[in-house]
């Protein structure tokens, strides 16, 4: 009942989780019920691939949230998936236990490489798994809610917001090279064994683990939709067209970024849970700007504003992206750079847009082609969008 | 002395070692009845010569006095062969060579004229074996010959390597050179060193005044000579003179090592002001996020790799070529840019922000299929490498005094461009009022991108000093371009002056963090510094003023 309530004026969201739920079980029943050598059996490898594609998707939900219903660019999501992957990964680590090289049944084997004695503080805890998934969503939530209280409330805006939340990702990856950190250092944590007692290596576990991450997707898909069709969806919208008529009508601005905000860093945070016991690692490579700035360009590419264009754009350029590396890898760049321009020159509503002429994406009053008039401004403190 | 060597050369081979004895003694007479001292200086380098192939150490001790005495030029670096225990002479004829291993035996050199003899036995030659009492007196000769050396130069750190190994007997030594000495800077370390001789002497009020004149040196010798003083001394009084005279050596050589931070920062900073300027042009002047400004950057500084490959016989010269084709370069890339996609993203900059990042991965795709992915080695020109010694503990290293300059040059005639060229006032005009300068007949595309063109060369010419002081890789821009944001924001957009003040700060503030809290930290707390200074003043240091800002 509520999810068709949710869904009743999204036609795309409809035909995305329909869509969803067919590929997954279909994935599912040919992974386990054909036979290997079938021409439909899907390896556990691609599986295993495809759910990490999802975890994609669910940062690119994430981020559209931020980007195309707040008008917040946040060039800083990255972080707040990299902080959820490493709160699953320290749950990961602990459970390797005894099996790992030096066999220290307390000290992840980093630890003890360097000597370290005992666990530091932040470590305890992080051997149940339910702490850990509260840490998931704390970390990043915390992190996201204290950034936004201070940069809201100074009313720091646009392009600087981004640079902003790119050198918070960037510090924050400085400092996860940190050895003295306690998170492992360069190589970041890996090794991992075992998940709620379920070996990682085993077919069933990764089969789990893209269920899981399916299930995610539509949760936190239909999440930011019932945000989206809110009262506080739709203010905020109307921030991101004009922050300073919202403000003086007399909405209290701060507080709606805030939240919106936080909720999107959370998603990112699941999503990063989510995508660490898939690939098995996790790393201060994460963090890196040139991350957050790729989820940025699935969001545009998809078209943003829509929340479906977002998981359509995430999973096209990552298949895009797995295909391109394996095949040609120097034409990887080469091709990733040539879709950041031409989208963002001859298809500002995404992909969707193409499909969709009545959604929630922001109007362009300019287009490209009346350049005239619409020179560069003197402050980079512009407007988010032209009104 | 010429002839000396040849009339050696021209010796009777064999029994050279007996008859130049008996000579020898003639030639003593011969002194005393004559006084002809450049003959006996000549027969004095021939006499110990032959004596340094002696079984005997103490008639060796004489050797090394006759030639100490002689005068001869090459007495030097022989008695320094010999300290190092590199001389040996040749069994059949007691010639004194050097040796160089060779496939069979070894290849020797005479050791006075530098004649090649040819290839001899491994048992054909025979060290010239040196004990510790002689060890000394070599070490106490060498010092003795330097001291008189013609060249200031060599006296001054022939006197500053002896500091830490002087003695009371070295006085006399050094009072008389003292006397004759004319140099300054000479004369300087002299009195240090003589002052530090003093501090063995057995008298108290010697060593207090010693003390005294020790007072504020800064060579880590005499540092080391006064902790040990302050333990060891017999009186307290000169102990406590020796803490204090230290005291005054530390509180200078924290001053120093201050200036050294600052320094550093500054040439951080100059780095920084250089990476950021030409954003502060894109960014501040026209509002244009340039995420592929790092690659501006780094197109530079494969111009000037490029430009070295051109002349490798002028490397020299290859800078001064490399700054206006890397301006060239970079700007053309620049307008190419702002023509081809920024002119399209006017008044929306975070589009502009992901179609220019777009760009700066294929520019770096681009060298790394054309350079290959791995890092180009860029030379340094001679006259950029090499270090300005101001005292013993403070030099500075030439290259970054000329990024220093270069850096401000480059400061100083970009606002001259703005504030006194018609394109700087039509820049101006431009951004202040577009509507406004397009009617009065600025033909504002056109400025669009010449402006941009600018920003972006001045990029380029960032990129050849760049490429002076790091490795010049497909990833140089990445690692700038963040830098170069913060700094541009936190001085205020718009403003060139900003620039200047913030790049020189955060890079001092770096400097100056780095030694307790090293590199990587210090550049945390940095980042994380600008990150709660944007909110508390969202509009840099030096906001713009006036209806422009309002945006």
Not at chain 1, 1 to 11: G, P, T
Not at chain 2, 16 to 22: E, I, K, N, Q
Not at chain 2, 93 to 116: H, L
Not at chain 2, 197 to 205: G, T, V, Y
Request: charged share 15%; proline share 3%; glycine share 10%.
């Amino acid at each position: 009942m509520l999810i068709k309530s949710l869904l009743a004026n999204d036609r795309g969201g409809r035909i995305l989780l329909t869509a969803l739920l067919l590929v997954s079980v279909a994935v599912v029943a040919s992974n386990q019920l054909l036979p290997q050598d079938s021409m439909l059996h899907v390896p556990t490898y691609t599986v295993t691939l495809l759910g990490k594609y999802l975890c994609y998707a669910l940062l690119a939900v994430a981020v559209d949230l931020a980007w195309g219903y707040l008008g917040i660019l946040s060039l800083g999501h990255g972080a707040f998936f990299a902080l959820g992957g490493y709160a699953m990964g320290m749950y990961l680590m602990r459970q390797i236990g005894d099996r790992g090289v030096y066999g220290n049944p307390e000290l992840p084997d980093f630890m003890v490489f360097l000597n370290w004695q005992e666990l530091p503080w932040f470590w305890s805890g992080f051997d149940q798994f339910w702490f850990a998934m509260i840490m998931v969503l704390l970390v990043p939530g915390l992190l996201a809610f204290a950034f936004g209280w201070l940069a809201f409330r100074s009313r720091v805006t646009g392009v600087y917001l981004s640079i902003i939340t790119q050198a918070l990702t960037y510090a924050l990856m400085l400092a996860f090279f940190r050895n003295e950190m306690g998170f492992g250092g360069n190589n970041g944590l890996t090794d991992f064994k075992d998940i709620l007692g379920f070996s990682l290596q085993a077919d069933s576990t990764r089969l789990g683990l893209f269920i899981a991450s399916a299930i995610a997707l539509a949760a936190g898909y239909l999440l930011c939709r019932s945000v989206t069709n809110s009262r506080l969806g739709r203010v905020s919208v109307a921030i991101r067209d004009s922050e300073d008529r919202v403000r003086f009508i007399g909405y209290r601005v701060e507080k709606i970024k805030l939240a919106v905000f936080t909720l999107s860093a959370v998603l990112a945070g699941v999503a990063g849970a989510l995508y660490v016991p898939q690939v098995g690692i996790i790393n201060p490579n994460e963090f890196s700007p040139l991350n957050s700035i790729e989820a940025v360009v699935w969001v545009a590419i998809g078209g943003r504003g829509t929340l479906f264009g977002a998981v359509v754009g995430a999973l096209l350029v990552n298949y895009g992206k797995s295909y391109f590396t394996a095949a040609m890898p120097e034409a990887w760049l080469f091709a990733l750079g040539a879709i950041f321009v031409l989208v963002t020159l001859f298809l500002p509503r995404g992909i969707v847009g193409l499909f969709n002429r009545d959604s929630d994406q922001p109007s362009k009053a300019r287009h490209p082609t009346d350049g005239d008039d619409s020179g560069p401004v003197t402050t980079a403190a512009l407007p988010q969008e032209a009104h | 002395m010429a002839t000396t060597s040849t009339h050696y050369r021209t010796m009777p081979e064999g029994r050279r070692s007996t008859g130049w004895r008996a000579l020898w003694l003639l030639a003593l007479l011969f002194t005393v009845s004559t006084a002809s001292t450049a003959f006996a200086a000549s027969d004095d380098f021939e006499q110990g010569l032959a004596l340094l192939s002696e079984k005997s150490f103490s008639k060796k001790g004489r050797a090394i006095e006759l030639l100490v005495a002689s005068g001869h030029e090459q007495v030097l670096p022989l008695l320094q062969t010999m300290s190092a225990g590199e001389l040996y002479y040749r069994k059949s004829d007691d010639r004194i060579v050097t040796r160089r291993d060779a496939d069979t035996g070894y290849e020797i050199t005479d050791a006075v004229s530098g004649e090649a003899l040819g290839t001899v036995g491994r048992r054909d030659v025979k060290k010239v074996a040196i004990n510790n009492t002689l060890r000394s007196q070599l070490t106490q000769a060498i010092a003795e010959l330097q001291l008189g050396a013609a060249d200031p130069g060599i006296r001054k750190t022939a006197l500053e390597a002896m500091l830490s190994e002087l003695t009371a007997d070295s006085l006399p030594l050094l009072e008389k050179r003292r006397r004759t000495e004319q140099d300054d800077s000479v004369i300087e370390v002299l009195d240090i060193a003589i002052a530090v001789a003093q501090l063995e002497s057995s008298e108290r009020s010697v060593r207090l005044q010693a003390l005294q004149a020790l007072e504020g040196s800064l060579y880590p010798s005499v540092r080391n000579r006064l902790v040990t003083m302050t333990a060891n001394d017999a009186d307290a009084g000169v102990r406590k003179a020796a803490e204090k005279a230290l005291i005054t050596i530390e509180s200078r050589v924290n001053l120093f090592s201050n200036l050294e931070t600052l320094f550093f920062g500054v040439s951080l900073g100059s780095v920084l002001i250089l990476a950021a300027i030409g954003l502060a042009i894109t960014f501040g002047v026209m509002g244009v996020i340039n995420m592929a400004h790092g690659e501006l950057i780094m197109i530079g500084a494969y111009t000037t790799y490029v430009i070295q490959l051109l002349m490798p016989n002028a490397i020299e010269y290859s800078l001064l070529v490399a700054v206006p084709a890397a301006f060239i370069v970079s700007g053309l890339v620049g307008i190419a840019i702002e023509r081809g996609v920024i002119r399209f993203l006017y008044g929306r900059p975070l589009e502009t922000l992901l179609a220019t990042f777009g760009l700066s991965l294929v520019l770096q795709q681009a060298v790394r299929s054309i350079f290959s992915p791995l890092n180009r080695s860029v030379e340094t020109p001679q006259w950029m490498s090499g270090t300005w010694e101001i005292n013993a503990i403070f030099s500075l290293t030439l290259n970054r005094l000329y990024i220093i300059a270069f850096c401000l040059i480059v400061f100083f005639l970009l606002h001259l461009i703005l504030k006194r060229t018609r394109l700087g006032l039509e820049v101006r005009a431009v951004s202040q009022n577009r509507q406004m300068a397009r009617a009065m007949g600025v033909r504002s595309q056109w400025v669009d991108a010449l402006t941009f063109g600018l920003g972006s060369g001045i990029a380029g010419v960032a990129g050849v000093a760049l490429s002076q002081l790091t490795n010049v890789g497909p990833n140089l821009g990445q690692a700038y371009i963040i830098d170069s944001f913060m700094v541009v924001v936190f001085g205020g957009v718009g403003n060139l002056w900003g620039t200047l003040v913030a790049g020189l700060s955060l890079g001092v503030a770096n400097k100056v963090m780095e030694p307790w809290a090293g590199a990587v930290l210090a550049k945390i707390l940095v980042l994380v510094f600008i990150i709660l200074f944007i909110q508390k003043r969202p509009r840099g240091l030096f906001p713009q003023k006036g209806r422009a800002a309002e945006g």
